[in-house]
């Protein structure tokens, strides 16, 4: 079996889900367009392929994702994990009303102009993301519920939306909760004080930012929380790093430039392309049940794969560490 669809078990539920899933940002029209066909063909590879575990949320493309992702899943006759989130509920406005919101969210393209995505962590809101996400993936169950970007409404998300969901899998409804934030800080917060069976951490544990090991992982593995680990790329300077590149979204600092050049030279001793290396790296830590990313093409996804499969050896790792570039693992 490839190293891309070995399965691992998320520790708390009974649910074993491939080593690479499929994120769907980019299929929702993440700064490119892409059609239904492409959507419906890169899905479906992906399930070819052997991954089974799809992530999505109704941020992306505003909905466009959630309604290709169950189109694609329901022409197909092999099992799948699906999770995806609640926090924000697609509300109708004018253009108007849509062109005097500052939202700080990433620009989506081939979206509906009078659907926006609004911030609803209340009890409500969750119920009513929830029913319009089955409805739009045209299922009548999701494996798990992500609670998506409560950072900076982490408290509210404790108090009002993580109950809900704590009732939807007693009842089972839904099999896990979870939640997914960009910060270690929040995150580690919600590991504590909430009964999580997975997270989602982005950009916090790649080839030029461990942080996520330092507390996070460690409250994980403590509470035998899975990991999901979205990011590797770190929004692309990690994929192709020149002074044009973005680093979490925004132009990358010389600093962090220089650090990802060196990285790639060292790895070019070893013959091994950046970006395999960076898809590959969350892995090496055993908090890390799978990585997810993201891909807009039936061409992109088997590049990652081919990048997820290929062999890297053990002295490229260590050659990292002890160059300093990358901290050694800490359990």
Request: hydrophobic letters at 40%; glycine letters at 6%.
């Amino acid at each position: 079996m490839a190293r891309h669809s070995e399965l691992v078990k998320i520790p708390r539920i009974d649910r074993y889900v491939t080593k690479l899933a499929l994120g769907s940002a980019p299929l929702g029209g993440l700064f490119t367009e892409v059609t239904d066909a492409d959507a419906e063909a890169t899905i479906l590879a992906a399930i070819d392929s052997g991954i089974n575990f799809f992530d999505t949320a109704p941020l992306y493309g505003h909905g466009n994702a959630e309604r290709r992702m169950g189109a694609a899943l329901n022409k197909s006759n092999k099992p799948f994990v699906i999770s995806t989130k609640v926090g924000r509920v697609l509300q109708k406005f004018t253009p108007e009303e849509i062109a005097g919101k500052v939202a700080g969210l990433a620009a989506f393209v081939g979206v509906d102009p009078t659907i926006f995505p609004v911030f609803d962590f209340s009890r409500q809101g969750i119920l009513k993301s929830l029913e319009e996400s089955l409805r739009r993936l045209d299922l009548d169950r999701v494996d798990i519920a992500l609670i998506h970007d409560a950072d900076d409404q982490l408290d509210k998300a404790i108090a009002e939306s993580y109950p809900v969901l704590d009732e939807l899998r007693s009842q089972g409804v839904i099999r896990g909760v979870g939640v997914g934030l960009n910060y270690c800080s929040y995150a580690t917060k919600a590991v504590k004080e909430m009964d999580l069976d997975i997270i989602l951490i982005a950009g916090r544990y790649s080839l030029l930012d461990q942080s996520a090991q330092d507390e996070l992982f460690k409250e994980c593995l403590k509470k035998e929380t899975g990991v999901m680990v979205g990011g590797v790329y770190n929004s692309g300077v990690l994929a192709s790093p020149t002074p044009e590149s973005t680093y979490d979204y925004v132009k990358v600092k010389p600093e962090i430039l220089k650090r990802a050049l060196d990285i790639k030279h060292l790895l070019a001793d070893f013959h091994i392309p950046l970006t395999a290396a960076a898809i590959q790296f969350p892995h090496r830590h055993p908090a890390v049940t799978c990585v997810l990313t993201g891909s807009r093409s039936v061409q992109e996804l088997s590049s990652n794969i081919a990048d997820f499969d290929m062999d890297i050896p053990d002295a490229t790792w260590s050659a990292l560490e002890e160059s300093g570039l990358v901290n050694r693992i800490e359990i």
